[in-house]
């Protein structure tokens, strides 16, 4: 048994001190192909996930006639294409273009936006995420008229973040870069900058082989998916201490004390605004971050990024908003009731049958290792037309939401889907899996960690791979994440606690990580993964 490894640095320095750089950051596009070991490969950006039914067999179309035939899913809602020719790239962007997945050139890589999943679908939450998202893409996207303030957003770098939370406490604990959070009175937090709360998921990376690729992980507890938390009886929020915004005489307020994630972030800019307001007060605060860039005279893709001196505070964000015709309020110190770095509820959209207010249904499914073959996504494509809404919603935790079915169709298309391969119940061993890319697509790699956590899982498992305990009886409760990574850079692994499964060459190495403290390793040959892996989750 050895010790555990450290890790390598991964997030900015602290203070003053920030990362000097001679380029511009190299996150890949539906432009901008990466060349990779098993071809190139192509980011496409889906901002909320949501996608059409036609433009999800559009890309079906191209994966199979473009690329490898299958497509990736992120850890931020976005798609990849891998083994692409690397000349294909004006053929891509033409059907792309014609889909109306990549509405514009100058903007591709800076549409990352992820929202509630289930938003609208389950009776919980406090707002319309989806309408949030395709209202803050137009404005990335400079779909607003002349002289709006708005164009300058093309210079985000490809890791700068969007978090739209309708309430219920999913996405806002992504570490995001802004964030709105609504509230149950017609209002959003917005915050600039990623809160420091406890297992945080990991968004900070995001090379072609990293975290906005299938390779970061679900946050801690994944494998927990007995559905999203509701917080629809949170109080409103309330007056706590006088105080000004800039350019309003409303006095500055308490944070809502409801949804997960909810603190201190590292700018300290958080702030009240109206819900209708909230899509463009979320773009304004990213401007503002562009500003800061430019003042500090530093290459800072992220907001935790900008030195101390620059960081934006309330004040100054709420000046920029009032000058909008945007009402801001700067919000007081937390409530009593909220308690900074308490574990958030597993933010993770229930696997299987979602039962909506008005008796509609969602089906919600898990995608093993986030890698769908073109059949796979054609079948969630046909579903979704002759089912469903017709749309298609792309999750964060490497999963797929169809909403619009009645109970019956709902239960059928669940089966079909089992039937394809997907996770449909959740009490599937694969659910808080995940792998970096390893062999054959990424030259650092030492094994091809793919096909030994799926070994893995399948020594876990019983029979077909799908147990079926009791239908009162989930996935025990706290067990961690499990990160399979084929090198020492461990591309994409989660925060919080999890199970560090380590390539070596010779076989894996066994920790758990942990913010505290990390178990001793232990090392393995792949055969005994599984039972490994199995105690490694089961002491923590």
């Given at each position: 048994?050895?010790?555990?490894?450290?890790?390598?640095?991964?997030?900015?320095?602290?203070g003053d001190e920030t990362p000097v750089r001679g380029r511009d950051d190299?996150?890949?596009?539906?432009?901008?192909?990466?060349?990779?070991?098993?071809?190139?490969?192509?980011?496409?950006?889906?901002?909320?996930?949501?996608?059409?039914a036609r433009q999800a067999l559009v890309l079906a179309g191209v994966a199979e006639e473009l690329g490898d035939g299958r497509?990736?899913?992120?850890?931020?809602g976005n798609l990849q294409l891998r083994g692409l020719d690397a000349g294909c790239?004006?053929?891509?962007?033409?059907?792309?273009?014609?889909?109306?997945?990549?509405?514009?050139?100058?903007?591709?890589?800076?549409?990352n936006i992820v929202a509630s999943p289930l938003s609208g679908l389950d009776g919980a939450g406090h707002a319309d995420a989806p309408a949030w998202a395709r209202a803050l893409d137009a404005l990335l996207c400079d779909e607003v008229p002349a002289g709006s303030g708005f164009a300058e957003l093309a210079g985000l770098s490809g890791r700068f973040l969007f978090a739209l939370d309708d309430g219920r406490g999913d996405v806002s604990a992504l570490g995001a870069d802004v964030t709105l959070i609504a509230t149950p009175d017609g209002e959003a937090v917005l915050r600039l900058g990623s809160a420091g709360g406890h297992g945080l998921a990991r968004a900070d990376s995001t090379a072609p082989n990293a975290a906005d690729s299938p390779d970061a992980t679900d946050r801690p507890d994944a494998t927990d998916h007995s559905g999203a938390t509701d917080h629809s009886g949170a109080p409103g929020v309330a007056a706590r201490r006088a105080g000004r915004a800039a350019g309003d005489d409303t006095p500055s307020r308490a944070r809502p004390p409801g949804p997960p994630g909810l603190g201190d972030g590292p700018s300290g800019a958080e702030l009240l605004v109206r819900a209708e307001d909230a899509p463009r007060a979320a773009a304004l605060a990213a401007v503002a971050f562009l500003d800061a860039v430019r003042a500090s005279g530093t290459r800072a893709w992220r907001v935790r990024e900008l030195p101390a001196r620059h960081a934006v505070t309330a004040d100054r964000l709420a000046g920029r908003l009032a000058a909008a015709g945007i009402q801001a309020t700067p919000l007081g110190p937390q409530s009593p009731t909220t308690t900074a770095g308490t574990p958030a509820a597993d933010p993770t959209p229930a696997v299987g049958l979602v039962v909506g207010p008005d008796g509609r249904c969602a089906v919600s499914v898990a995608v093993p290792l986030g890698r769908l073959s073109a059949t796979q996504w054609?079948?969630?494509?046909?579903?979704?037309s002759r089912g469903g809404s017709g749309e298609l919603r792309v999750t964060p935790w490497r999963g797929v939401v169809l909403p619009g079915f009645s109970p019956d169709e709902a239960r059928a298309a669940l089966r079909e889907l089992a039937d394809a391969g997907l996770v449909a119940t959740p009490h599937s061993p694969w659910l808080g899996i995940a792998a970096c890319t390893g062999r054959p697509g990424c030259a650092k790699s030492l094994a091809n960690v793919r096909a030994d956590a799926a070994r893995a899982v399948a020594g876990a498992a019983s029979g077909d791979g799908r147990p079926d305990p009791p239908p009162d009886q989930g996935p025990p409760p706290g067990r961690p994440p499990v990160y399979f990574s084929g090198c020492e850079r461990r591309c994409g692994h989660p925060g919080g606690r999890w199970v560090d499964v380590l390539a070596t060459g010779d076989g894996y190495r066994v920790a758990v990580r942990d913010p505290g403290g990390s178990t001793p390793g232990v090392d393995v040959t792949a055969d005994?993964?599984?039972?490994?892996v199995a105690s490694a989750r089961g002491a923590t």
């Open positions: 048994m050895l010790a555990a490894m450290p890790l390598p640095p991964t997030t900015a320095p602290p190299a996150c890949p596009g539906a432009l901008r192909l990466h060349p990779a070991d098993d071809g190139a490969l192509a980011r496409v950006r889906v901002p909320g996930g949501l996608l059409t497509l990736d899913l992120t850890s931020r790239g004006a053929g891509l962007a033409a059907r792309l273009r014609a889909a109306g997945l990549l509405p514009s050139d100058r903007h591709d890589r800076v549409r054609r079948l969630l494509a046909g579903l979704a005994q993964l599984a039972g490994a």
